[in-house]
């Protein structure tokens, strides 16, 4: 025997190789991913240890074995890229009536003529300042107003008592006998 028996040991340099080469099925992906090919083939030509020419041809096949699984794995891989691709960018079928399949002539083509007075403005009343703008309301319309006791509370000075002290509630908005109850 030529060899040691560290170099073919299951965690050993030599191992997976081995395996690769007797026992194929016990192979898993994560071994085949993870065997370096250049590394193994150096390690069987270039041994620390001299190696029978036997057991040298078995390792080889075994690197064969990894390489081919390699392969397999990578075309694999590529073949569902590019199904995936084919699938992204495929067109899908339509179900349009063939007499529908062209738009009449006037709703794809200009007129050879424009006209400002085919459109419909507006009347003067926006530079006139008469527009009423409906989309914005007043402070008074979106604003509930606090009713305690059946007394009505103004919000339009709301924000506006922040003076901290200087006592004088006059300008508050608050009725006098809410305040010296």
């Known amino acids: ?10 965690k050993g340099p030599l191992g997976t190789i081995w395996i690769a080469a007797h026992l194929e099925r016990k192979l898993r992906k994560n071994q085949v991913a993870d065997t370096d090919i250049g590394v193994s083939v150096d ?4 041994p620390d240890v001299p190696i029978a020419l036997r057991l040298s041809s078995h390792l080889l096949l ?4 990894i390489y081919s ?3 397999n794995y990578l075309f694999d ?11 992204a960018f495929r067109s899908t079928a339509v179900d349009l009536p063939p007499e529908e399949s062209t738009a009449p002539y006037h709703s794809i083509t200009l007129p050879e003529t424009f006209d400002l007075d085919d459109f419909e403005l507006p009347d003067n009343e926006i530079f006139q300042g008469n527009y009423v703008d409906h989309h914005v ?5 979106i604003t509930l107003q606090d009713t305690m006791d059946g007394v009505v509370y103004s919000t339009s ?4 008592d922040e003076r901290f002290g200087d006592g004088d509630t006059s300008q508050i908005g608050l ?5 010296y109850r």
């Open 1 to 10: 025997m030529f060899y040691s028996q560290f170099i073919l040991a299951k």
């Open 43 to 46: 390690s069987i030509l270039f």
């Open 62 to 65: 075994g690197v064969v074995r």
């Open 69 to 71: 699984r390699k392969v």
């Open 77 to 87: 891989d590529c073949s569902e890229a590019l199904l995936k691709i084919k699938q």
């Open 137 to 141: 309301s007043s402070r008074e319309q």
């Open 157 to 160: 000075q709301f924000g506006l």
């Open 175 to 179: 009725l006098d006998e809410v305040i």
